[in-house]
């Protein structure tokens, strides 16, 4: 599968928000948006900003989502056509779907300090759901089921720091956390209001929309 190998705080100063994509590097003074608050390219820092079309918006919002959830185009795009297809509304139902990955959902909890460091403990088979190991980042969750470190990795020490220090992470009211055993429930599908991603979800719908 395709990955994007290329520098993480680019993208940040590109879409002009902090993304969180490098873990703790993002909560410090090293942080891109610190050092580098402008675009980023040869004349990022001197040229005028232009006034953005509609359609730039737009785009922005899309590539922005995308590089939250660390979801390439045609992923993103199928996506939304799924969340499309259900009832409901569509901007909100995408984020869901997104929000209810497996790799974000161990960032959510605290379990990794990114969603790249929680996709690659995912692929190097540390997780379990439903007490089977899985080694699928995208595995999509749903009410009820049980996410948990694999027993054996538990005191890893690069897992156990980094769920110590998990308070940083805002409480998840759609997961239940059992910190003594390391494991996670999901209780319920996320509302909108329960997903903390700047994103204003109606622009990718009327991007795609057209």
């Known amino acids: 599968m395709a990955v994007y190998h ?5 993208l ?6 902090r993304l969180y994509l490098k873990g703790e590097r993002c909560y410090s003074e090293k942080c891109a948006m610190e050092v580098r608050a402008h675009p980023p390219g040869e004349h990022g820092q001197g040229r005028r900003p232009r006034r953005p079309t509609p359609y730039g918006v737009q785009l922005r919002e899309k590539q922005k989502a995308r590089r ?6 045609r992923q993103f795009r199928n996506y939304f056509g799924k969340a499309a297809r259900r009832q409901g509304v569509t901007g909100e139902i995408l984020l869901q779907m997104l929000e209810m990955r497996l790799d974000n959902t161990i960032y959510r909890l605290g379990f990794t300090a990114s969603r790249a460091a929680a996709r690659q403990l995912i ?16 595995c999509a969750l749903k009410e009820g089921d049980v996410i ?4 054996k990795d538990k005191k890893m020490s690069a897992i156990k720091d ?15 956390i059992d ?10 599908t996320p509302t909108r209001d329960q997903i903390p991603a700047p994103i204003q ?10």
Not at 68 to 73: A, D, K, N, S
Not at 148 to 151: M, Q, S
Not at 165 to 171: A, F, K
């Open 179 to 188: 910190e003594k055993e390391m494991r996670a429930r999901v209780v319920q």
């Open 148 to 151: 948990e470190i694999r027993p």
């Open 162 to 176: 980094t769920f110590e220090n998990r308070r940083r992470m805002e409480d998840q009211p759609w997961l239940e």
């Open 201 to 210: 979800e109606q622009l990718i719908v009327e991007l795609y929309s057209k």
């Open 68 to 73: 939250i959830y660390g979801v390439l185009e």
């Open 6 to 10: 290329g520098p993480k705080c680019k």
């Open 12 to 17: 940040c100063r590109r879409e002009g928000v």
């Open 123 to 138: 692929r190097h088979r540390h997780f379990m759901v439903n007490g089977k190991i899985t080694d699928i980042p995208s």
